[in-house]
């Protein structure tokens, strides 16, 4: 007996939750970037980043956030493709993996994140909880496509 809850339509409400809140607060953080208020925003945290800082000389302030918002718009249309598409559905979740991992850097390249007076460090602790959806939509994503091929 599965009790007044069915499991099944849980888990599947919970996946819908997931990926459209993943799409939709990266499609938002995306579509920021091309502002000149986002650029400003990121700059003390992209400056000092190994991953990152080499493109402020290449691009410059505005147009590295641009870069960046691209990747995440890119990232949250694959993985608003899950339905038609898995496959590229997991490689957005995993293009997104790869922006949270970099903003988690962050934490540990960006001097002064964790003093009493700076709230950036609790908004970036955010992204922990952002790279487990992503590495999760990535991997049912995944499994999908594999079902599909089997199915073909």
Partial sequence: MRGPVDPVVLARAARFVLRGGLVALL???GAFKFTT???EA???????SPFLSWLYPVLGVRGTSGLIGVVE???????ALRRWAPRLSAIGSLIAVGTFL?????????????APDNPIGGFLMKDVLLLGAALFTAAEALD?????????
């Fill in 27 to 29: 499609v938002m953080w």
């Fill in 37 to 39: 208020l986002e650029a």
């Fill in 42 to 48: 990121i700059r003390p945290l992209v400056e000092h």
């Fill in 73 to 79: 718009l890119t990232a949250a249309l694959l993985i």
């Fill in 102 to 114: 970099v903003t988690l850097s962050f934490l540990v390249t960006t001097p002064g994140v964790f």
């Fill in 144 to 152: 999908a496509a594999v079902m599909k091929r089997q199915a073909a």
